[in-house]
């Protein structure tokens, strides 16, 4: 069976409308027969859900990282994982058994694979949990959501994607939208990589121009194909966007009207009433 | 000691770096300031003050390794690294051990568990720190991650250490715009701040994104208010939310288009005659008086 087309939505800053542009683009390809399985990327603040006006209900699948545990039994106190530790996350008096440091752990697994006596346990622990919502025949949404106070989320990013390729394919859609996170840290690279197309949003401001450049560099770095969507088209000025998508020798294939009106549709969880 | 605020939000462009531009300049009429942008992934605060991009100083900062490898030096072929690797993030191209640098945490285990020396941990890049004076005379510090690079939690860090160098004074102020979400950089921008301002707006995404960045605020244990941004947007929930957090009420500020004009302009919403920037004035008097309820409070 071939690849399912997965297209990113990001936008560098936030607020600009990934999730608005998200829901709109679902829905023209939707209205054009695809079958539309959107990603919600965004997995700290995960918000497709209430524009669809669903509620995160069903959870399909969780995601896990590992993290260290001590078997007393089995540990001499060596030093080794201590020592080895990249993070300084292990800390052991001496003569004491080693203590771990979870919050500047990245559960790199130096400790456990450098003790020579398997003291260490690696552990999983939940960071996350993947919802499914089935909207309509043929239009599917699927939710990261990270636990609170994660310091890495892009893992969650990662399930997420994993758990839409497979219910695509099951389900047999035509495409993966995904809805990223704002800025350009790692779970927004781990939303973009290895898209097919990457739909940058922005909006006719200085904010806008300055953060489209960072994206579209991010988009360039990480070798991907994209467009501009330029949203509240109307406001503002929109010289210094096109200045930078010239620069990127991208084009502006979509436009979303500025409006008041998609602002108090959005506030009200009414947004497919949005026509333009 | 120095009083450091941040302001955050959970979702983006709820209005972080416009509230925090127009607080610096009221804070500025009566204190020292230091105004710090630690949204590395898209530092915005400049614009929303007003501010040319020109900088009195700027540094490159490094606070990450990434491993290069020298595959001449990889005798054995033992794939150590590569099964050791828990982020995935080396595998084997044309009998070349190959690193993927987006996938890379930089721990270093790869380097670790080599017997042969092939891979060296070597600092990147990843950020600098730019400072400049404003023209209301009081120091922007701002942090920008590199585009393709990891490590904005450290950057947020760093930025925020530069901004404590430049303040000194009992009294003096520092005022962090966080990043949106909740995850590493924010958690580095609100670590070991002294009140955090929520800015939200009356959507439903905002509120539940609110409640998301209120987890991190409640964690550190941060004394907080809340602001309601195009707070007529949606009069029922502006209610909801004022009545949900009724103690830590800070103000709301009114829906205004031209806002997108001025700022185009480089113009701050402080130099206008916006009926919101009374609505921005009401909330630095609600904030001053959270954070010196002593009636003698020294002031500049």
């Known amino acids: 069976m071939s690849r399912i087309k997965e297209i990113a939505v990001t936008g560098g800053k936030g607020g600009t409308g990934k999730s608005t542009a998200t829901i709109l683009l679902a829905k023209k390809f939707f209205q054009a027969g695809k079958k539309v399985l959107v990603v919600d990327a965004d997995v700290e603040c995960p918000n497709d859900y209430l524009l669809l006006n669903q509620s995160l209900s069903t959870v399909v699948e969780k995601a896990y990282a590992q993290f260290p545990t001590l078997d007393k039994e089995k540990c001499r106190q060596c030093g080794l994982c201590t020592e080895a530790c990249p993070n300084n996350a292990i800390f052991q008096a001496p003569g004491e058994y080693p203590v771990f440091n979870y919050d500047l752990c990245d559960g790199c697994g130096t400790c456990w694979n450098v003790c020579p006596y398997g003291a260490i346990i690696p552990k999983k622990k939940e960071i996350g949990k993947i919802y499914k919502n089935d909207i309509k025949e043929g239009f599917s949404l699927i939710t990261g959501a990270a636990k609170p106070i994660l310091e890495e989320t892009s893992p969650v990013v990662q399930k997420a994607r994993e758990v839409a390729r497979a219910y695509a394919q099951e389900k047999g859609f035509d495409l993966i939208l995904i809805d990223t996170a704002p800025g350009t840290h790692c779970s927004v690279i781990r939303a973009l990589m290895n898209t097919d197309l990457v739909y940058a949003v922005t909006e006719p401001t200085p904010m806008g121009a300055y953060d489209l450049d960072l994206i579209l560099d991010l988009v360039k770095k990480l070798d991907l194909k994209a467009e501009v969507v330029l949203n509240k088209a109307g406001v503002g000025k929109r010289e210094k966007i096109e200045k930078v998508v010239r620069d990127y020798k991208l084009k502006i294939t979509e436009e979303i009207p500025y409006s008041k009106k998609l602002a108090e549709l959005y506030s009200r969880n009414k947004l497919s009433e949005f026509k333009y | ?300």
């Open chain 2, 1 to 300: 000691m120095v009083k450091k605020i941040a302001i955050s939000s959970g979702k983006g462009g709820v209005g972080k770096s416009m509230l925090t531009a127009n607080l610096a300049l009221f804070f500025a009429q009566k204190y020292n300031i230091v105004a710090v942008d630690s949204d590395v992934d898209a530092p915005n605060l400049s614009l929303w003050l007003g501010e040319e991009n020109k900088w009195s100083d700027k540094e490159t900062i490094s606070t990450k390794k990434k491993p290069q490898v020298h595959n001449d030096k990889c005798d054995d072929r033992c794939s150590k690294c590569p099964e050791q690797c828990q982020f995935k993030a080396m595998s084997w191209e044309n009998n070349e051990l190959k690193v993927n640098r987006f996938l890379c945490e930089g721990c270093g285990a790869c380097q670790y568990f080599c017997p042969d020396g092939v891979i060296e941990m070597k600092p990147v890049n990843n950020g600098e720190i730019k400072i400049k004076t404003t023209q209301k005379g009081f120091p922007l510090v701002v942090g920008q991650l590199f585009p393709g690079e990891t490590g904005s939690g450290e950057v947020v860090t760093k930025v925020k250490e530069k901004g404590s160098e430049l303040l000194a004074e009992e009294d003096d102020l520092m005022l962090i715009d966080s990043s949106p979400g909740t995850g590493c950089s924010v958690i580095a921008a609100l670590r070991d701040v002294d009140f955090v301002v929520l800015i939200t707006e009356p959507t439903p995404s905002a509120y539940e994104d609110l409640r998301k960045v209120l987890e991190v605020v409640d964690h550190f244990n941060i004394p907080f208010g809340v602001v309601i941004n195009k707070a007529d947007l949606n009069s029922k929930l502006t209610t909801k939310i004022k009545k949900d957090y009724q103690d830590n009420f800070l103000g709301k500020i009114g829906y205004e288009e031209k806002v997108y004009e001025l700022v185009s302009n480089f113009q701050p919403i402080f130099e206008s005659d916006l009926e919101i920037k009374k609505d921005i004035k009401n909330i630095f008097n609600q904030i001053t008086n959270k954070l010196w309820s002593d009636p003698k409070r020294k002031e500049k």
